[in-house]
């Protein structure tokens, strides 16, 4: 008898028999996704935000059937492609931030408070956003510098927050959503633990005062761990963290830095989740190398999504290194975006044969299939997937 696609999960992640290889793709333009489904499909990132813009421009009820078709669309895509974790949702533009104004097809106007107006300009063909002030410049992200006395009196707060928290006690949308896809491991996080890599002012605040910074963490992975029971008795049984933090030449922070500010944090929160059934997956493409005995051997992450094959993260060696940790992705975006029909597949059979012979191993595309894509490629890693996996 077939296994449902959470019972495939289950047993790859503990190193068990499947029937056939478990299948994620990470992420999907608007492009890739109606090359596979022959019609407009709300996913990706600037394309949704897009569309979720109009549709806050249009009222609450076009907002209302936009939000139902992001997760109506969502799960079709996944099970066109085969999945066995669903994704429900992607990249979203903040509804509390309604248009002020609609230029054209392209461009509407915003104003956060206390702001001046400034514009999104999203291109189709790319499917990206540029971001344009009243002067037609790109406005720059001011950030507060953080002093050692300012991020102090912040870990002092954090700490004292941490104090007296109070852990939620239920998720009742959280265990419908477990309740409705009862069949399928959902991509949903229960929070996680690191650094901000797109903040400058914050990367410095590790590098200049670590055990503060450490400290800071370790309130927050404290708090955390004290509502996983909640995500547990909603029916979780994996969580996945989304934090990018690595480069094609490494991670943001020495290695030591890493081990000394962020694990320690990390690892009360896996314990947590791990006390309670949950498996921790974390999320980010880049060359992890450095920090994979960390990340693996003394946090105790049991896996990794966006495996990136183009930053040097290759399955066999992985495998050889962590024999039980479950890894996902490894087909190059690169490859489908670029190559021939051959490079697809020998792409595409590299990865699935690894799998098969390694075990604990989830295959998919490890980072977004881009804008542009032959759909004959898409199609046709498809294809080989379904045959031979």
Same mark, same amino acid.
């Given at each position: 008898?077939?296994?449902t696609?959470?019972?495939r999960?289950?047993?790859?992640i503990?190193?068990q028999?499947?029937?056939k290889?478990p299948?994620?793709h990470?992420?999907?333009s608007?492009h890739?996704?109606?090359a596979?489904m022959g019609r407009e499909?709300?996913?990706?990132g600037?394309y949704?935000?897009?569309?979720e813009?109009?549709a806050?421009?249009r009222?609450?009820?076009?907002h209302?059937?936009f939000?139902a078709?992001?997760e109506?669309d969502a799960?079709?895509?996944a099970?066109a492609c085969?999945?066995?974790?669903?994704r429900l949702s992607?990249w979203?533009?903040p509804?509390h931030?309604k248009p002020?104004?609609k230029?054209?097809e392209?461009?509407?106007v915003?104003?956060d408070?206390?702001?001046?107006p400034?514009?999104m300009?999203? $291109?189709?063909?790319?499917?990206?956003?540029?971001?344009e002030?009243?002067?037609?410049?790109?406005?720059l992200?001011q950030?507060?510098?953080?002093? !050692?006395?300012s %991020?102090l009196a912040e870990?002092?707060a954090?700490e004292?927050?941490?104090e007296?928290?109070?852990p939620?006690?239920? %998720?009742p949308q959280l265990a419908?959503?477990?309740?409705?896809?009862?069949?399928?491991?959902?991509?949903?996080?229960?929070?996680?633990i690191g650094?901000?890599?797109?903040?400058?002012?914050e990367l410095?605040?590790v590098?200049d005062?670590? $055990?503060?910074?450490a !400290?800071?963490?370790?309130?927050?992975?404290k !708090?955390?761990?004290?509502?996983i029971?909640?995500?547990a008795?909603?029916?979780?049984?994996a969580?996945?963290?989304?934090?990018d933090f690595?480069?094609?030449?490494?991670? /943001?922070?020495?290695?030591?830095?890493?081990?000394?500010?962020v694990?320690?944090?990390?690892?009360?929160?896996i314990?947590?989740c791990h006390?309670?059934?949950?498996?921790?997956?974390?999320?980010?493409?880049?060359n992890?190398?450095p920090v994979?005995d960390?990340?693996f051997?003394?946090?105790?992450v049991?896996?990794?999504?966006?495996?990136?094959?183009?930053?040097?993260m $290759?399955?066999h060696?992985?495998?050889?290194?962590?024999?039980?940790?479950?890894l996902?992705g490894?087909?190059?975006?690169?490859?489908l975006?670029?190559g021939?029909?051959?490079?697809v597949? !020998?792409?595409?059979?590299a990865?699935?044969e690894e799998?098969h012979?390694s075990?604990?191993?989830?295959?998919?595309?490890?980072?977004? /299939?881009?804008p542009?894509?032959?759909a004959e490629? /898409?199609?046709h890693?498809l294809?080989?997937i379904?045959?031979?996996?």
């Amino acid at each position: 008898m077939p296994l449902t696609p959470k019972e495939r999960v289950l047993r790859c992640i503990n190193g068990q028999p499947v029937d056939k290889i478990p299948v994620h793709h990470i992420q999907f333009s608007a492009h890739a996704a109606k090359a596979i489904m022959g019609r407009e499909v709300l996913v990706g990132g600037a394309y949704l935000q897009w569309k979720e813009m109009e549709a806050l421009w249009r009222g609450p009820e076009a907002h209302a059937e936009f939000e139902a078709r992001c997760e109506e669309d969502a799960v079709a895509l996944a099970k066109a492609c085969g999945h066995d974790i669903l994704r429900l949702s992607y990249w979203r533009w903040p509804k509390h931030k309604k248009p002020l104004n609609k230029l054209d097809e392209y461009t509407f106007v915003f104003q956060d408070p206390g702001g001046e107006p400034y514009k999104m300009i999203y $291109d189709p063909e790319q499917e990206l956003f540029t971001c344009e002030d009243s002067t037609g410049s790109i406005p720059l992200n001011q950030e507060k510098p953080v002093t !050692r006395e300012s %991020l102090l009196a912040e870990v002092l707060a954090e700490e004292a927050k941490t104090e007296r928290y109070q852990p939620v006690k239920e %998720l009742p949308q959280l265990a419908g959503m477990y309740e409705k896809y009862a069949d399928y491991i959902l991509k949903v996080g229960a929070g996680t633990i690191g650094i901000n890599m797109k903040s400058v002012e914050e990367l410095m605040a590790v590098i200049d005062w670590p $055990d503060l910074y450490a !400290r800071k963490l370790m309130a927050r992975a404290k !708090r955390l761990a004290m509502d996983i029971p909640a995500y547990a008795a909603a029916g979780m049984r994996a969580t996945f963290a989304v934090l990018d933090f690595c480069s094609p030449n490494g991670p /943001i922070v020495s290695p030591a830095l890493w081990s000394q500010v962020v694990v320690p944090a990390l690892k009360v929160f896996i314990d947590a989740c791990h006390s309670h059934g949950i498996y921790y997956f974390h999320c980010s493409d880049g060359n992890f190398w450095p920090v994979a005995d960390a990340m693996f051997l003394e946090a105790g992450v049991d896996g990794w999504a966006e495996v990136d094959k183009s930053s040097g993260m $290759d399955l066999h060696e992985l495998r050889q290194a962590y024999p039980e940790v479950t890894l996902i992705g490894n087909i190059r975006s690169q490859v489908l975006h670029h190559g021939t029909l051959q490079d697809v597949e !020998r792409e595409v059979m590299a990865c699935i044969e690894e799998a098969h012979r390694s075990g604990r191993i989830i295959i998919g595309v490890s980072n977004m /299939i881009m804008p542009g894509t032959p759909a004959e490629n /898409i199609l046709h890693m498809l294809d080989l997937i379904e045959k031979n996996r």
